[in-house]
């Protein structure tokens, strides 16, 4: 069984100031990471995945995340935002085993709300 | 289609009534995934369909939802004698299984379910 924490229900930041939105997870076995992003009124779009290799994954908009085994986490950070990115962040896994039941599925967090203050 | 398509976009209903929700996922795509969001919420895991094998339904919050999916491909979400805390968006997904984990979930827009 997975779980995901995302410590942060809402984050308020200032327009072209850094951001990071963090998430901890934990699994039995190893995990493929995912962010996705909700705008209002729409459905989720993939940010970025961590499936293997580098550590350091780049995604889309700018954003970046960092799979860090030994603390568990896939923090998503971007060094300055925009009012276009005032939004709904989540952070997901799923188990890599095909044939686990664990990877039929993603496992979410429950968001943080990111708003950008002009 | 280019996209997963959900419908309707927006449902009211009465309490006590039956609802059907609509998945169309991105041709090709074996898998296909039903989630909930409730207010305030994270996603909740409902249903999962692969293929011909049986859906994996451990998500089901009662006998009150069933899902089915015919020909491998559209999906209807049915919720029976709706409850107020029915409410919430109803997401459906559809990824290349077993490459979901390569490339994760295509999401459709949700359907909102307002039970009144």
């Known amino acids: 069984a997975q779980s995901v924490t995302q410590l942060d229900s809402q984050v308020p930041v200032f327009e072209e100031a850094p951001v990071e939105l963090r998430c901890n997870y934990s699994?039995?076995?190893?995990?493929?990471l995912f962010w996705y992003v909700q705008y209002p009124n729409q459905g989720l779009q993939l940010l970025l995945k961590?499936?293997?290799?580098?550590?350091l994954v780049k995604g889309i908009n700018g954003f970046e995340a960092e799979f860090n085994k030994s603390q568990t986490s896939f923090h998503l950070r971007k060094p300055s935002v925009h009012i276009s990115d005032t939004a709904e962040y989540f952070c997901a896994v799923s188990g890599l085993r095909i044939s686990s039941g664990s990877a039929r599925q993603l496992t979410f967090g429950s968001g943080t709300q990111l708003t950008v203050l002009p | 289609g280019a996209g997963v398509s959900q419908s309707p976009s927006n449902k009211v209903t009465e309490k006590g009534k039956d609802v059907e929700l609509r998945c169309d996922p991105i041709s090709g795509h074996t898998a296909l995934y039903w989630y909930r969001q409730s207010l305030g919420q994270g996603l909740e895991f409902l249903i999962y369909f692969q293929g011909n094998s049986a859906p994996d339904k451990s998500g089901l919050p009662s006998d009150r939802f069933s899902a089915e999916r015919t020909g491998g491909s559209v999906s209807t979400l049915t919720i029976q004698r709706t409850q107020q805390e029915d409410s919430a968006v109803y997401l459906c997904a559809s990824s290349f299984d077993p490459g979901q984990g390569a490339g994760g979930y295509t999401f459709g827009s949700g359907t909102r379910l307002t039970v009144v």
């Open positions: 699994s039995s076995v190893s995990v493929y």
């Open positions: 961590y499936l293997s290799g580098s550590t």
